[in-house]
């Protein structure tokens, strides 16, 4: 059927319009079948519209190397071209610029089905395929690699293409920093890996749904992917988008870092194990790297990320919030992603280190402030303090009350000529001001921010307890008021949601709850915990924040 003759045949019969019935003269072979069978189905479909679409039709079959189609495939057209009679010029226009010779009726098919659903959106689909004809004519393609893999052609002809690309498309994307471009790379990249169906089609789902503006296709993208290509030819079915991302931004500053990549071929493919392998040669801090991978920098800590990778030495940024030293930037360097700090902790607590040489008393501090452009004045006041004697168990008691009094109400403290004993002696006389009833008298009850976090409930050995925010200020002076700590002091926090405070009660045979733990939740974080008169919880205690904290997805 595929023969010249035959085609010229069948183009002759159906333009002659020959009424095909039981009693019509045409013979009973292949072609009057095809005709006959083809001419009762568009009739059953469309009657009026016939005709005029079986020109189009012939005049598209009449192209040498076009293949004749199968009825079934004829009809799907033919219902596309009632809702889109520019299907068939875009596949004339798509064959005809593709040269794609005697490629068979599934690819046409393939093409005609899977834009089937967009009847209303008749420039996406001619978009669409537009977007297939430069993926043809591409030179990153083998063609008939997309003609034999639909899930390919299916990726293109249904990506979300927006009002602007329509436009780009329009012109045939001579822009080759287009983001498509990047797109057509990587589906060659997929096509090299010869996937399953499942895993391919998973694959366009994670990758291509709409093209990525902010990855726009250029030579250095291309070197990147190569790189990455290089090491495992898996890393498109192992990162995201959002992971590519983030490593590219690493690639622009310093592509030496992946020719250096030594992958562990025998452990899973994964942008953690990538990015370990990435700095395993470069001297890093490894709070960087933790944070980095969580994507938890804000755009400062960006900036000082960056500004290593390029060789630069931190200290001389000018956007960190204190004055670091050489000695505290080395000990930075060094530190593990163990270490459960923020990358500003960090440099906080190798500042107060390479002062006190005190780990616990550093980490306490590090934690404890809540500005980080206040932390000259903590890193001096607190290392004088360790000096004097200040010990770990009352750093976070000690913050707060010169929180309180120093930066808040703007009181000057002469803690050069004070001792410990005087100063723990003045914090435990603030806090009983801090639970006087004329204290209580001044409180505005006032709404504290919300975080989002529901009421929590458990039942060990018969006991219930129950997890709790604290949301009004009243909730909050009370409870310090209870516990006798100073947890009225965070109200300013509390109130701007920079910290969020909990309770942790149990429940008596009568549900009245007793306090016992206040917990202090900052950045997605327990940063502490304290009971009556700032003990420490009990083991049982610890187990059951553990248990909310991880029902909460908060860090310990």
């Known amino acids: 059927m595929q023969t010249k003759n035959v085609k010229e045949e069948i183009i002759e019969i159906l333009l002659n319009g020959i009424v095909v019935s039981s009693n019509s003269s045409l013979e009973d072979n292949p072609t009057s079948r095809y005709c006959k069978s083809l001419d009762l189905l568009l009739t059953k479909e469309n009657a009026t519209k016939k005709n005029e679409f079986v020109k189009n039709y012939c005049v598209l079959i009449q192209k040498k190397g076009f293949p004749l189609l199968k009825v079934y495939t004829v009809v799907l057209l033919y219902q596309k071209w009632l809702a889109y009679p520019q299907i068939v010029k875009q596949l004339d226009l798509l064959f005809t610029k593709s040269k794609m010779k005697l490629v068979e009726d599934e690819f046409w098919l393939q093409i005609i089905v899977s834009s089937e659903s967009d009847k209303k959106k008749h420039s996406l689909q001619q978009a669409r395929l537009k977007l297939l004809l430069i993926a043809l004519n591409s030179n990153l393609f083998n063609q008939n690699e997309l003609v034999t893999r639909g899930e390919v052609i299916n990726s293109i002809l249904r990506l979300h293409i927006n009002e602007e690309n329509q436009n780009n498309l329009k012109y045939g994307l001579k822009d080759k920093t287009h983001p498509y471009f990047r797109m057509f790379y990587i589906i060659r990249k997929m096509v090299d890996m010869n996937l399953a169906k499942f895993e391919l089609s998973e694959l366009l789902k994670t990758h291509f749904w709409s093209p990525d503006k902010e990855l726009p296709w250029d030579d250095t993208l291309k070197r990147f992917h190569d790189s990455l290509a290089s090491k495992s030819v898996m890393y ?321």
């Open 236 to 556: 498109l079915n192992c990162l995201t988008n959002f992971e590519l991302k983030k490593l590219y931004s690493i690639y622009e500053i310093r592509p030496v870092l992946f020719d250096e990549i030594n992958v562990d071929k025998n452990k899973p493919f994964t942008f953690k194990l990538l990015l370990n392998a990435l700095f395993e040669n470069f001297m890093i801090s490894g709070v960087f790297l933790k944070s980095f991978y969580q994507d938890k920098m804000n755009v400062s800590e960006k900036e000082w990320f960056f500004d290593e990778i390029k060789g630069k030495n931190i200290v001389n940024s000018t956007t960190l919030p204190f004055k670091l030293t050489k000695k505290a930037a080395h000990h930075f360097r060094n530190l593990t992603p163990e270490l459960n700090i923020s990358i500003s902790e960090g440099l906080v607590y190798s500042s107060l280190f390479t002062l006190t040489e005190d780990h616990d008393y550093s980490l306490a501090v590090a934690r404890a402030i809540r500005d980080i452009y206040q932390a000259d004045y903590w890193i001096q006041t607190m290392s004088m303090l360790h000096k004097k004697g200040l010990i770990a168990h009352y750093v976070i008691m000690i913050m707060d009350y010169l929180n309180e009094k120093v930066i808040i109400n703007g009181i000057s403290l002469d803690l050069k000529n004070k001792n410990i004993k005087n100063l723990l002696k003045d914090m435990n006389e603030w806090h009983v001001q801090l639970r006087t009833a004329r204290e209580l008298k001044l409180i505005r009850n006032r709404k504290l921010a919300d975080a989002g976090i529901k009421d929590f409930a458990t039942t060990i050995e018969n006991k219930t307890f129950i997890i709790k925010q604290l949301k009004s200020s009243i909730e909050l002076f009370d409870e310090g008021n209870d516990l006798c700590h100073c947890v009225y002091s965070y109200r300013n926090y509390c109130w701007n949601g920079s910290s969020y405070i909990f309770s942790l009660r149990q429940l008596d045979e009568n549900e009245i709850e007793k306090r016992l733990i206040t917990i202090e939740v900052k950045k997605e974080r327990v940063c502490q915990t304290r009971g009556k008169f700032n003990s420490t919880p009990t083991d049982h205690e610890k187990e059951i924040i553990s248990i909310w904290s991880k029902e909460n997805n908060l860090a310990g």
